[in-house]
């Protein structure tokens, strides 16, 4: 990517810092990118705490503001200070009254689309400041074509300050050596087959659902273990509830959260990885089992389908009978497992983070050029 102004950007990574969840996989995979693939640009990472260890950053900065009021106050008068040219907000917000031009990055509008998954405190203290912040955005940045077509649907939202810049599987995520399945496998004391979840435990992701498949499928007869591994999200505890009605405290196992280095081989090791998700604005972690060789069965809904292509059985997410069928397929027939693991892996290769990061640093571009153009009228 070619660029002669030298612009400079400060990029929200608090996510880096306070974050597991799919918004921090983000951030580090953008970083990795804009190392790779910026040009004159200047890239600063904004955060309130310094940066995490091992974090490679060169020749992107970072900069730590422990600041009360982080958003409203010290951030635009850093902005200022350090005379930037572009604010790019990683998770749907921006500075209310920001002294540049404003990239935000919206990953979904669950929090609108489907509110009685989401928390009272985040319907009424994070949706305004969300909303404000979309409506005043120079450029957004949609994860996939149908995050776009939700922001279209809201009032004050010109569909020409879109652009669509899809997420990838990160760099390390690639089928894991056997010595690394079979290390993993004995660590963990896992089961020889099993079907694996991966994801934050909150309703909208449908895991209540997945307990409910599996239990239908013990009781017609399949051996099987379901793991259930990802960072505790909210309301969710009609998931253990469900599990222990049914009998399958011996059949479901939760394994929290599994550090990034240990997801290949997870993934690798897993005869499936099942995602029953209501609602994604993109939906990682199919492509990251795509891109690590397992098959995938995932939801036929919202932009799964965009992301999945024909390298997955999809299948309506409301349906226990259509999920546990999809689940008996890819268990019972060895044929579809290898041609859905190749698929997926060939799939996984039309996203990458470095294209992600040339396509973002274009929205900058765009978004400094039509602050200079406003600025000249």
Same mark, same amino acid.
């Given at each position: 990517?070619?660029?002669?102004?030298?612009?400079?950007?400060?990029?929200?990574?608090?996510?880096?810092?306070?974050?597991?969840?799919?918004?921090?996989?983000?951030?580090?995979?953008?970083?990795?990118?804009? *190392?790779?693939?910026?040009? #004159?640009?200047?890239?600063?990472?904004?955060?309130? !705490? $310094? @940066?995490? &260890? =091992? %974090?490679?950053?060169?020749?992107?900065?970072?900069?730590?503001?422990?600041?009360?009021?982080?958003?409203?106050?010290?951030?635009?008068?850093?902005?200022?200070?350090?005379?930037?040219?572009?604010?790019?907000?990683?998770?749907?917000?921006?500075?209310?009254?920001?002294?540049?031009?404003?990239?935000?990055?919206?990953?979904?509008?669950?929090?609108?689309?489907?509110?009685?998954?989401?928390?009272?405190?985040?319907?009424?203290?994070?949706?305004?400041?969300?909303?404000?912040?979309?409506?005043?955005?120079?450029?957004?940045?949609?994860?996939?074509?149908?995050?776009?077509?939700?922001?279209? *649907?809201?009032?004050?939202? #010109?569909?020409?300050?879109?652009?669509?810049?899809? !997420? $990838? @599987?990160? &760099? =390390? %995520?690639?089928?894991?050596?056997?010595?690394?399945?079979?290390?993993?496998?004995?660590?963990?004391?896992?089961?020889?087959?099993?079907?694996?979840?991966?994801?934050?435990?909150?309703?909208?992701?449908?895991?209540?659902?997945?307990?409910?498949?599996?239990?239908?499928?013990?009781?017609?007869?399949?051996?099987?273990?379901?793991?259930?591994?990802?960072?505790?999200?909210?309301?969710?505890?009609?998931?253990?509830?469900?599990?222990?009605?049914?009998?399958?405290?011996?059949?479901?196992?939760?394994?929290?959260?599994?550090?990034?280095?240990?997801?290949?081989?997870?993934?690798?090791?897993?005869?499936?990885?099942?995602?029953?998700?209501?609602?994604?604005?993109?939906?990682?972690?199919?492509?990251?089992?795509?891109?690590?060789?397992?098959?995938?069965?995932?939801?036929?809904?919202?932009?799964?389908?965009?992301?999945?292509?024909?390298?997955?059985?999809?299948?309506?997410?409301?349906?226990?009978?259509?999920?546990?069928?999809?689940?008996?397929?890819?268990?019972?027939?060895?044929?579809?497992?290898?041609?859905?693991?190749?698929?997926?892996?060939?799939?996984?290769?039309?996203?990458?983070?470095?294209?992600?990061?040339?396509?973002?640093?274009?929205?900058?571009?765009?978004?400094?050029?039509?602050?200079?153009?406003?600025?000249?009228?």
């Amino acid at each position: 990517m070619s660029a002669s102004d030298g612009l400079r950007v400060a990029i929200d990574a608090r996510p880096l810092t306070t974050s597991r969840a799919g918004v921090a996989t983000y951030c580090r995979g953008l970083a990795y990118g804009l *190392r790779r693939c910026t040009g #004159d640009e200047r890239i600063v990472l904004y955060a309130k !705490e $310094a @940066a995490p &260890p =091992g %974090l490679d950053l060169d020749p992107l900065r970072w900069r730590a503001f422990p600041a009360p009021l982080w958003l409203p106050l010290a951030v635009p008068r850093a902005l200022r200070a350090g005379r930037v040219d572009v604010f790019h907000g990683t998770n749907h917000m921006a500075p209310p009254l920001s002294p540049v031009p404003t990239v935000i990055t919206v990953h979904d509008l669950s929090a609108l689309t489907m509110s009685h998954y989401h928390t009272w405190r985040n319907r009424l203290l994070t949706v305004p400041q969300m909303l404000a912040s979309l409506r005043a955005a120079t450029r957004l940045i949609a994860v996939s074509r149908a995050t776009t077509r939700d922001l279209e *649907r809201l009032p004050g939202i #010109d569909a020409a300050r879109i652009r669509v810049v899809h !997420e $990838a @599987a990160a &760099p =390390g %995520l690639a089928p894991a050596t056997q010595a690394a399945i079979d290390e993993l496998v004995a660590r963990l004391s896992l089961p020889e087959r099993f079907v694996l979840y991966l994801g934050a435990l909150e309703p909208r992701k449908n895991v209540l659902g997945l307990v409910r498949a599996i239990g239908q499928l013990r009781a017609g007869g399949e051996e099987l273990t379901l793991v259930i591994a990802g960072a505790e999200g909210w309301r969710n505890d009609d998931v253990g509830a469900e599990v222990r009605r049914l009998g399958l405290a011996e059949v479901v196992r939760f394994a929290g959260y599994v550090p990034p280095d240990d997801l290949p081989a997870l993934y690798g090791a897993a005869t499936a990885f099942v995602y029953p998700s209501f609602f994604e604005g993109f939906g990682l972690p199919p492509l990251e089992a795509m891109a690590c060789g397992v098959p995938v069965v995932c939801s036929n809904t919202s932009s799964l389908p965009e992301v999945v292509g024909d390298a997955a059985l999809t299948v309506d997410p409301r349906s226990i009978d259509g999920l546990a069928g999809a689940i008996r397929r890819v268990l019972q027939d060895a044929e579809l497992r290898e041609r859905l693991r190749a698929a997926g892996l060939d799939r996984a290769r039309h996203f990458s983070w470095e294209r992600a990061a040339r396509e973002t640093c274009a929205v900058y571009h765009e978004a400094a050029r039509e602050s200079r153009r406003g600025a000249g009228r």
